[in-house]
């Protein structure tokens, strides 16, 4: 999980709150990616980024969830008025290009667990 | 949509016993197919992949083939370690968008004991 780093590693908010996850993908990665693990899943996709453009976000809820990566400084990911569901791990991946086709592996950084009281 | 499907876990076994883990896939098109490890408290790391049908991945003495004919892409080991427990995601990069998103399966969780 070298280069990609996620913090706060741990987060725990109360219904109703926001939620602010940081991403900053490895040295001269500009593609972003982010899943979220619920308790005995799989990753489900979220959203792709490029700096300051979001390619994709099928995989996102409409409404509390947004993602953004600047010109400048780590992707984040926001949650806003969190409910109990959304309770999970958040992990965010970077690569170099993408391309399409899985010519381009995805480097993980270590998730961020999310807890909803 | 295109899919992936594993065999369940948890899965426990001795050490220096083989490993299998199931996994199938359903895509319209011809996918690159992937095995990622996750170890307790971290992020997934890629193990293996294969881009073609009949090719073999390996790493750290894990090993898979992608099988057209049978839309599979099985983990296998000969012989397992302690230091291999962790979970173990197969998953495929679509091939129907123009970048390179991954569709993950559910992760089998292995545990292996002295």
């Known amino acids: 999980n070298a280069g990609v780093m996620q913090n706060p590693r741990h987060l725990v908010r109360r219904r109703g709150q926001e939620a602010r996850l940081r991403c900053s993908p490895m040295?001269?990665?500009?593609?972003v990616y982010w899943y979220r693990q619920l308790p005995e899943e799989g990753l489900k996709f979220m959203v792709y980024l490029q700096k300051e453009n979001i390619i994709d976000e099928s995989g996102m809820p409409k409404e509390r969830f947004s993602a953004e990566f600047p010109k400048e400084g780590p992707s984040i990911l926001r949650i806003q008025q969190v409910v109990r569901g959304d309770s999970a791990a958040y992990f965010c991946a970077s690569s170099p290009t993408s391309t399409g086709g899985g010519n381009q592996p995805q480097h993980f950084g270590d998730g961020t667990r999310l807890s909803i009281l | 949509g295109d899919s992936v499907t594993q065999m369940e876990g948890p899965v426990t076994l001795s050490e220096e016993a083989f490993l299998t883990i199931n996994c199938t896939y359903t895509a319209t098109g011809y996918p690159s197919l992937f095995w990622y490890v996750q170890y307790p408290g971290e992020g997934l790391q890629l193990l293996l992949k294969?881009?073609?049908?009949?090719d073999k991945g390996s790493n750290k003495g894990f090993e898979a083939t992608y099988r057209k004919e049978t839309t599979s892409f099985h983990l296998e080991k000969g012989s397992v370690q302690v230091s291999d427990s962790a979970v173990y995601f197969c998953a495929l990069s679509d091939p129907e968008t123009s970048y390179d998103k991954v569709i993950f399966g559910p992760g089998t969780s292995l545990s292996v004991i002295p």
């Open positions: 294969a881009t073609k049908a009949d």
């Open positions: 040295k001269g990665h500009s593609h």
